[in-house]
């Protein structure tokens, strides 16, 4: 009797060619391996392969020859050539993934499969996904099944999903399908059944009946897709000159790029200018994906609420505006003029700036007794200016240096005095020879008074002369 009764399931595994075809998928490990760390339940009665359910129940067999155990019935994978469904993937941004969700009434075909006892009624399958993951948290795609008499009423599990960095996940549309050994084989499920108070399931037609049996098992997959917004911003310069005079037209670009892989609707961008830049009305052009060769906008951009300047794709979309500014004479040389720009995103805002820097006919800054103290006027000290007399040092001086100081002064004056007398006879003498006598100096004057008072000698008169002598 257990024999036979394998015998008619295997035969019946062989009627669902296309069942069996989709599970190839499943590698032999995975179809084998016991009840991984899921979030899967109720606990409940489980069965074998050789030994169904008497009853109607949903995925409580431990060995199935190609899921293994059916408590575990809700797999994903990455949608690329020889991916294996498993329960834990790795979620990266642009990738599309898989989710596989396995049902099975577990009543044994051959005795109460067919009757009321083995029947399950209004069956029905739903799936959630979270809209927004983050990055390095694991996140769990589920799958639930219920009937309105099955032992238990609702069975449920999960995959999870590793996510890289944040991410959104979105349902691809016209994804959901049905699989399985009837005519509903390949239609389609509705998205909003799904994902919303479940989907009908059925054989031939969405009826919610499935009788027991590995014959009217099957399985509904979707694929979802992970998204991640990104852009980025820069300004610059046109011709890359950040240096200006005084009454200057400098041209600005503003350039965005949308790196991500969402579409980012009514990008804004506004730039707030300094009181030292003075937009030019009407200089506004914008350059896209639809205008490479520019068209000119309104002035917005200089604006409180800023310049819209449309939608753009992930990954492709761009933009480029220009627009120009005065710079003001009343700027001064050395000024640096710093100037901002936000593009605003349904994904979050990001700012950039740019410095010009006005030269013109800058006047030299003059030196003073800071920047140096050697100025004339400045204060010296022994710091700066260590060869200055007082800053030099005074020997010290004892008794012996005092003497030969003493000796050496009167020395000094003694040869002064020397030089003077020896200088003053010598003239005395030149003058007598030149018949010119030296002025007097007082004590010689009288000396010469006194001889003239001194009594006179006789002396022979002319008269008394001899002949010789006349």
Known sequence: MRNNKLHKSMLAITTLGVVLASLVGLSQTERASA?????????????????????????????NPQLGDERNFVRVREVADGNSFVDE???????????????????DAHEVGKTAIGIADNVKMKSSFPAKVT?????????????????????????????????YLRYIPGTATIHNGGTLNGQPIGPDYLFGDGATLGYN?????????????????????????GFDISKSVVGDNTTVNPGDIVTFKVSYK??????????????????????V????????????????VNDDIVNENGMNIGNYAGGNGWADVTYQVLVKDDVK?????????????????????????????CDPVPEDCTTNPNLPGCKKDCTTNPELPECQTIPDTGPVEIVLAIIIVLGLCGAGFYFWRTHKKVKAVESKVSGKSEPKSEPEKAEDKTKEKAPKKDTPKSEDKTPEQK
């Open 35 to 63: 009840l991984v760390d899921t979030p899967w339940g109720p606990e409940r009665k489980t069965y074998t392969w050789e030994d169904p359910a008497p009853y109607a129940t949903f995925n409580s067999i431990t060995n």
């Open 281 to 296: 009305t009407g200089s506004s052009k914008l350059y896209n994906n639809n205008n490479p060769d520019g068209v000119v």
């Open 135 to 167: 990055g390095g948290e694991r996140a769990t795609v589920t799958g639930t099944i219920t009937a309105a008499d099955t032992d238990p009423l609702s069975v449920w599990d999960g995959a999870y999903l590793n996510p890289t960095q944040d991410l």
């Open 205 to 229: 037609k969405f009826s919610g009946i499935l009788p027991g049996c590995n014959e009217y098992a099957g399985f509904v997959t979707y694929q979802i897709f992970a998204d991640a917004p």
């Open 333 to 361: 040389c050395g000024d640096v003029i710093t100037n901002n720009v936000t593009v605003s995103t349904n994904d979050g805002n990001k700012h950039a700036s740019l410095s010009l820097t006005v030269k013109g006919d």
């Open 258 to 279: 949308n790196t991500g892989t969402m579409d980012q609707a009514n990008v804004v961008i506004r730039d707030t200018l300094p009181d030292s830049l003075q937009y």
């Open 89 to 107: 993937v790795t979620v990266e941004p642009g990738k599309t993934y898989e989710v596989y969700i396995y049902y099975h009434n577990n009543a």
